[in-house]
């Protein structure tokens, strides 16, 4: 009865198929322990059973193939840490609001993904000069509202990503092997991609010369930039650059004095080159100190400033990140239907007594 | 791994001291598990001991004494159904925003909690013509940000309230012993009134011929009207009535045809006569059916409405009780600067494809 220790749990969004966030602002930059890891799911978990562990390679491929768990833990292994984000994460900001599930900013998470590379499998598959895309399918299947039929969850990556030596098929998150909810046996890992891309409980992987048209990939994770025709969509890919404020939390009662601001901040292009912080509404900006553990081109970044604040009063705080690329987060985010990429500059409100 | 159920976490608002929501809208409606119950704490969890099992009754009373757990579980039983509700629950609704800890829909909770009657030991200590309020002292103590010294969580209610027999000194919930986190060994419970008047950890109570004035009573819990002075400013004390949305889930999207929405209803005064709910933004209202489970006088009721639904667009679903008083929640909350008893009706935003 008394042993019980204070700790946070993941935010519930949606029990049916489970979908829940990870408590962002109480948990270690460093990396995100597999229970407190968001959990996103289109349909009820997959039953496990022997077929499970089996993975198919067909399509545009010299030697179509049949895979074994055991099999593809014996290969070279690829370890990465990488960032997944979902492409809804902080959807709740958007404004005017969209629908969907309201997630806030704990739909990105980052840990030590452990596997084979993509592109060693597809060699030994042998890829005929045809292949153009990728599929890859998982065992998560079910119906779906807007249209007749059962769908598996199925998503392509174009050939020259899945060649990508760090774009792996893991099985193992931070040193051990994959729990059910996030994928095992194997799952697809796509660094820099919005994490729809990293397709759990792998099942098939489908070389194609023509690009896929499942609805996860023509209808979903579309950016419809018009909220009410379908006119100048495009996909989701590429994750924005983006920041996020971990600490102080959202309408914080402060002292005067000395108080570490920190968060973090990613990108799917290049590496974060810098986070500004503002404390004036946008107006004057100052440098963050950045940390990366562990260091790898698909990690997130950690910063921090120590902020010495001396006078009462509310104040806006904003974090701004900046990319190798240029891509600096916009003030306000690009609003489309679907509410997809959210990446304003983060900000926190907090007064000072 | 695969015998994991999906299931709802507390929301995590604060670790140190634990602060955290209950996930209103993946409960039964009937009664919160312990587990899920929200937690509210102003200082860490006090550490327990032997004296943890003995309360003292002193002040106003013709004969002081200390009592042992066990006599006061051997005392004639009171068992009852209340809903206990944050005074800062909905804080994070306000518009403007205010600080503190952002509640949203879950700082309330119920179960039924046994006990002894309040009065029952008061009248075995013999109250005297001049009591006039009695104090309650939890053993959680620690400093405040805004004045120096060490404070106990200490509150106190009029006489009259302390007499009424269903205001308890409980020692179960649901059938079980309290746990720590909720006041073990014994903690107190007032019917009607916001929960900081509930104290747990219960060491003294203290009968006193005049108002109390703890910084817990003066400083805290109260209306501030007006955001820069301290004029006009009034105690939190009885619940407004109050109604939350349970489902749909604020920002649904949802097919044509038959919805099941449903909520829960609740009143410091009297008790809950009607719910309404709207479906056009307030023009026009349906009354919604109205349950009780269990029934006592103190408990919250449960709602519901079969709403059919056969037009696509957007929708803004409005709920809206009132009790037996003829208090009716006003469409907006009646802002004050802590961000206490927030009652506007509840909304939630729902599209129909």
Known sequence: MFDESVRPYLITRKLSPENQE????????????????????????????????????????????????DFIRSLPPRTVAVVLECAGNKRSFFKPKTFGEQWERGAVGQGIWKGVSLSYLLQLAGIKPSAQEVVVEGWDAGSRDDMPGIFSYARSIPIQKAMQSDTILAYEFNGRPL??????????????????????????????????????????????????????????????????????????????????????????????????????????????????????????????????????????IISRAGDTYGRVQPMTAHWNRKGYSYNAADQVNVTVE
């Open 22 to 69: 990870t408590p962002f602002h109480f948990t270690n930059l460093a990396s995100i322990p597999e229970e407190l890891l968001y959990r996103r799911n289109h349909f009820a978990y997959p039953p496990i059973h022997q077929e499970s562990f089996r993975i198919s390679i067909l399509g545009e491929v010299a030697r179509p193939r049949t895979l074994d768990y």
């Open 179 to 316: 729990t059910w909810r996030h994928g095992f046996p194997v799952r697809l890992i796509v660094p820099h991609w919005y994490a729809m891309a990293s397709v759990k409980w792998v099942r098939k992987i489908i070389v194609t010369e023509f690009p896929f048209q499942g609805p996860f990939q023509t209808v979903d994770y579309q950016i419809y930039p018009d909220k009410a025709n379908e006119q100048a969509k495009y996909p989701v890919t590429i994750m924005n650059v983006n920041s996020s404020i971990q600490r102080p939390l959202d309408r914080s009662i402060m002292r005067k004095g000395k108080h570490y601001i920190q968060g973090i901040a990613w990108t799917g292009l290049g590496e974060v080159r810098q986070v500004e912080l503002s404390f004036d509404g946008g107006d004057t900006w100052v440098t963050a100190r950045i940390g990366r553990t562990p260091v790898q081109p698909a990690s997130w970044v950690h910063w921090g400033y120590e902020w010495d604040v001396n006078r009462a009063g509310e104040y806006l």
